[in-house]
């Protein structure tokens, strides 16, 4: 069974320094998709950012960048120069599947404390 | 327009009540989804629409009714639910299932739903 696993249930970081959420994730799949998406309090989930497994090069998006060890199963989040609109609960995602028939899984979170 | 639409936003029922949960879409995606979220909790899938037919239903109790009237449209039926039913329920839609872009999915705010 595919499994999302953030072992951090809770992070800190000041404003402007950087943090990292960390992912581990099981499959037997060799085709699949992994996310962070963020939600803040207004419970709208956002993506923040999507690997996709067949791309040795880690994504970025500004601030945000992942680390991504296939062989590790692993796939980080690192927040750099954090801002107080970064406090949100943090969901690590893995899709996989196809033709209608795809599946997002989530991860149990890591709520993200942004201190000024 | 880039955004999932929900209504109601709150919703409190009881348990011998008949009311539906609304999500609309027109960004063209002919994928759409209907998760569940208890607090503190990851999504949890409940259903998945494909070009308007169900192609997954995650051993959902029937008291809940999906719906999919046309590719813009999603709604979910309650009757009979319980108290431990109260939960956030989350929309989602993504792309034609199968091309690159099906693997972004794209949520609503949410309704939150109270069960007396």
């Known amino acids: 069974a595919q499994t999302v696993t953030q072992s951090q249930p809770e992070m800190s970081v000041q404003e402007a320094e950087t943090v990292t959420l960390s992912c581990t994730y099981d499959t037997s799949e060799s085709d699949y998709y992994l996310f962070w998406y963020k939600q803040p309090p207004s419970r709208q989930m956002i993506l923040v950012i999507r690997q996709e497994a067949y791309k040795q090069q880690n994504a970025t998006e500004n601030r945000f960048s992942v680390n991504f060890q296939k062989a590790a199963k692993s796939f980080s989040l690192k927040i750099s120069d954090s801002q107080l609109g970064d406090a949100a609960m943090y969901f690590c995602?893995?899709?996989w599947g196809q033709g209608g028939s795809e599946k997002l899984v989530f991860g149990k979170g890591t709520k993200l404390t942004v201190n000024p | 327009d880039t955004e999932v639409t929900q209504t109601p936003k709150h919703l409190v029922m009881g348990m011998t009540n008949k009311k539906s949960l609304k999500c609309e879409q027109h960004m063209g995606h002919r994928a759409m989804y209907w998760y569940k979220q208890k607090a503190k909790k990851p999504p949890e899938l409940m259903f998945v629409y494909s070009y308007e037919k169900l192609s997954i239903n995650e051993s959902v109790p029937s008291r809940f009714s999906p719906e999919c009237p046309n590719s813009s449209l999603l709604n979910l039926h309650l009757h009979a639910l319980q108290p431990e039913d109260s939960a956030l329920y989350l929309c989602?839609?993504?792309?034609?299932?199968?091309?690159?872009?099906?693997?972004?999915?794209?949520f609503g705010a949410g309704s939150r739903l109270t069960v007396l």
């Open positions: 989602a839609s993504s792309q034609d299932p199968g091309s690159s872009g099906a693997n972004v999915l794209t």
């Open positions: 995602a893995y899709r």
